[in-house]
């Protein structure tokens, strides 16, 4: 036993492969030099990126698998094989407490499977949530369930709620961060029957976080708010609307400025902001979404995070072990419990 | 009885005032000459404006209206002081054949509750949709349900696609346009049931448009299909995001462009070009959403609206009545009810 901090790298996922993983682990390394690392994958690729990457090389060990999940592979088929791959081992490595976190770049879908399989969701929570930082015109924010649960009820959202703002403070280093509901419009009377109800319980109770009410779509990118919670199918509409709207307003940026010579000139003066702003909006620097509610730490990098993207990610597992995430869930969820109202629509079937 | 489109305009609806709508009905008089307007509001405003305004006042009937739905109304409280209002009496006049649409700046939610009472749903549609045209890499898209349907099901977002398909006919002028429903992911079998049972309906009958399966949110901003198909609560939540992060980009973009005197100097030779990026974005020009499903034209404008933007509201009218999009929409039901398939899983109650 060590009380270095371990990181399980399923070194073979996503799009990347080897070469971006070692060389991030390397970057990493430099920036917490008491990070161990587990590397899972391929044995004579890994050895080949080591050569670039001496302080990977002196603070890890190498768990040779023959066999990777694909990006096209069903959760289901993941599962199946997921023991021999680089993925499915990594996961284990941190239900067996060899590592602390696993860190992966492959296919959500099956990551998320593996985990809630190996690692059992932590005691009060029903579904994990997937929950990543967003970009803002402040700093960042948390967005959960990105997608993990396509349907949840009032209950789930509660505790994505907790799991947020547990999160916020680790991530985001805030005493009591602001958490609100997604929705389509802030009065109380707004929305589903499920967010009236986790609403009414959030603001029941008195938790380590600052509870707003409802925000609409408009205010992710305001930064208002610390921890926007909402069920995995419109957080995953939000997400994919936010990239996808970032590219047409930079896509379009683009086309102004190759439109005349003069305005090819006023992009030369301004390369340097416009980049600073490229690299605000970059994907790379708020890599690292999390599942929240698990035993244990799984991070998941973009398939395509570049070595400094990956960096990030690992930094993220790195910060919530060293902050006890899952201990702190535990006991704020602990803490609702004691202290939920006993007369609230909690159950509308019992009411 | 007269064979110019007659459009009726709530005056005194949202935050923009008889000002703008006047100036706005003027510009749109001087496009499309053969329009008379029917102008629900304060005698004297409307008077007033009327003195900038001489191709409205030549073809225009003032109808006089003491009261006005506020923008903080329910529902229920428009409802009920309804037709002594300028929104009501406007969409009332549709209803009783005096206008062939009505446009309102004014509060959405009243506007839908109004007429969905007084104008009912066409035979064949359970519930009305709110569509607009959204700016992307090529053309506009039509996004419908913008937030009139919390919830929906498999019948509801059918419905919505054959009404999107004919909105987009009309005012995108495609003969056959490209339509899929919004999902967090491409594959069949991800999504909800509803969305699953509502894409099998579609694939199984042939309509006046090209039906191309699930996207994700950021296709929105691509342009890679003319329809997005929604329930009301991601749809809204996919605006709203779309909107917010527009302005974050935007924000930082400006931002960037003050950092120092050589970006300010490269802001002024690129001036000309990101102006023009920036009217592509502008929602004013995108202006115009239409509740869809009603048996009469309602339009809706962004409650903040300039001229500019309000004439490009009724320029959507215009193209609707011209086109008779109530009668489009219910003869592709008609060819939708008569061919669809008996043995697919419609309800899934009696499956």
Redesign the interface.
């Known amino acids: 036993m060590t009380d270095r901090p371990v990181i399980a790298l399923d070194v073979m996922g996503g799009d990347i492969g080897p070469a971006v993983v070692i060389a991030a682990a390397e970057v990493a390394q430099q920036r917490y030099p008491k990070l161990l690392f587990r590397l899972y994958g391929d044995q004579a690729l890994i050895a080949a990126e080591l050569v670039r990457a001496p302080r990977v090389t002196a603070n890890s060990v190498i768990v040779h698998t023959a066999e990777v999940v694909l990006g096209t592979d069903k959760p289901s088929q993941a599962i199946r094989r997921g023991r021999a791959t680089s993925m499915g081992l990594a996961v284990m490595s941190v239900k067996d407490g060899e590592a602390m976190a696993a860190v992966s770049a492959g296919n959500t879908g099956a990551l998320m499977a593996m985990s809630k399989l190996m690692l059992r969701t932590m005691d009060g929570i029903d579904r994990p949530a997937l929950a990543a930082l967003l ?3 402040k700093s960042d924010s948390v967005v959960l369930d990105l ?1 993990a649960n ?2 949840c009820d009032a209950e789930n959202l509660v505790q994505f709620a907790v799991m947020g703002a547990a999160f916020a403070r680790d991530v985001l280093g805030l005493a009591r961060p602001r958490v609100a509901l ?1 929705n ?1 419009g802030e009065e109380e009377l707004k ?2 029957d499920e967010l009236k109800e986790a609403a009414a319980l959030l603001r029941a109770v008195d938790l380590p976080m600052a509870f707003e009410g409802f925000v ?7 930064g208002d708010v610390d921890v926007i919670v ?1 069920d ?3 957080g ?18 683009a ?3 190759r ?2 010579w ?2 090819r ?10 980049r ?2 490229g690299r ?2 970059d994907p790379n620097n708020h890599n690292g979404a999390v599942f929240l509610g698990l035993n244990g730490v799984i991070v998941k990098s973009h398939g395509s995070a570049n070595v400094r993207g990956f960096a990030n990610a690992i930094g993220v597992a790195h910060d919530l072990i060293a902050d006890n995430i899952t201990r702190r869930i535990s006991d704020d969820l602990a803490n609702f419990r004691a202290h939920r109202p006993a007369v609230l629509p909690a159950d509308p079937a019992s009411a």
Chains 1, 2 share one sequence.
């Open positions: 970009p803002t015109l997608g396509t349907e997604l389509i929305g589903t609409e779509g408009d205010k992710i990118g305001r909402t995995g199918f419109s995953n509409i939000a997400l994919k609307t936010a990239e996808g709207t970032g590219r047409l307003v930079t896509g379009l940026l086309e102004a400025f439109s005349s003069l305005t000139l006023g992009y030369l003066l301004s390369r340097g902001a416009l600073a702003l605000h909006l």
